[in-house]
């Protein structure tokens, strides 16, 4: 059952009229076929007419919709096999941090992915995408790991951001963040990063310090969530909409900030109405990026890396 989001309400209820209809029997005088061919041209003139004008607020909520791809989505589509490696070799493997390595149109790859699951149970287990410390260092072995074996890193970034629990603290959350950002700017191999759905803070940048930075057209990428702006500059986390714009979070303002590389488009409604359309499109933009980078060594790679994100944040910011 598709599950729609608040403001996708008068879709659901042209879609849901058409349902009904199909599951009728032909009355007598009432051409079925007809009424559903109106209806389903009605409701795809208003699909195209709300998702033309979203807010950054009802962006936000697309991104997070339960429905869209996750990161074991995209490794199960995109990469051939896929050998999982687990463990940080200091403490423990954290679930909501996936990796290993495979293979991606025939080339040997490590690929990483923060996972928030799908249903309660691979919610509660994932953490909601959420990573502790264990995550990062794992996220950095396999990175440096790449690096050995002079393999092509992907990641699929999903968080709403890092694990803020006491625990995650105890254990040196910045440190890990910040050791597994340097691990993937000091890489020596090509970085292809891609933001599937919600890009939240260091826990998003962790993975996310490529060469090539893809975004979903309805992702978001910021350095706090809607809500956590809110709370700190209005004390209402209700404030939300108004913190969504202000953060210049969407896909269109962050590569006009130059931020972010490229928008791989989604279908109408957003990637959770054609899984198999979007996992396509994100394929083809990674073999697109990964064709820009070939024939670049190591020091150049660096090089271009670290002169890239240096300049992130020179031009004012409209």
């Known amino acids: 059952m598709r ?5 996708e309400k008068p879709i659901a209820e042209l879609e849901g009229k058409i349902e009904e209809l199909r599951r009728m029997s032909e009355p007598d005088g009432i051409n079925i076929a007809d009424e559903v061919a109106r209806l389903t041209a009605v409701a795809d003139k208003q699909l ?17 919709h339960p429905d869209r791809p996750k990161a074991q989505d995209y490794i199960d589509t995109l990469i051939t096999e896929f050998t999982p490696l687990a463990g940080d070799r ?12 495979g293979r991606f149109r025939g080339r040997p790859v490590v690929v990483l992915g923060t996972e928030k699951g799908t249903d309660t149970e691979s919610r509660v287990k994932h953490n909601f995408g959420m990573a502790r410390p264990e995550g990062y260092r794992k996220a950095r072995r396999l990175v440096e790991l790449a690096g050995r074996f002079n393999l092509p890193v992907l990641t699929f970034v999903d968080t709403s951001g890092a694990f803020p629990g006491i625990d995650a603290e105890a254990r040196g959350q910045a440190e890990a963040i910040a050791r597994s950002i340097a691990a993937c700017l000091e890489a020596p191999v090509p970085v292809v990063a ?5 890009g939240g803070s260091g826990g998003a940048i962790a993975l996310a310090a490529g060469d090539r930075v893809l975004m979903l057209e309805h992702a978001i990428y910021s350095v706090i ?9 209005w004390r209402d986390a209700a404030q939300a909409s108004v913190a969504a714009e202000a953060l210049r979070l969407t896909a269109e303002d962050l590569l006009r900030l130059k931020l972010i590389d490229q928008i791989v488009a989604e279908p109408l409604g957003g990637a959770q109405r054609d899984k198999a359309a979007t996992l396509q499109s994100v394929s083809r933009a990674i073999q697109e990026a990964l064709a820009s980078l070939n024939g670049m ?12 994100f240096l300049a992130m944040g020179r031009e004012t910011v409209g």
């Open 90 to 101: 200091a403490f423990a493997d954290d679930a909501a941090v996936l990796g290993g390595m």
């Open 225 to 233: 969530s809607p809500e956590g702006c809110a709370s700190i500059l």
């Open 48 to 64: 195209r007419s709300t998702y033309a004008k979203l807010t950054p607020w009802q962006k936000t909520q697309v991104a997070r």
């Open 194 to 198: 891609t933001i599937i759905g919600e």
């Open 3 to 7: 599950h729609f989001l608040e403001f």
């Open 297 to 308: 060594d190591g020091a150049s790679l660096r090089a271009k890396r670290r002169e890239k």
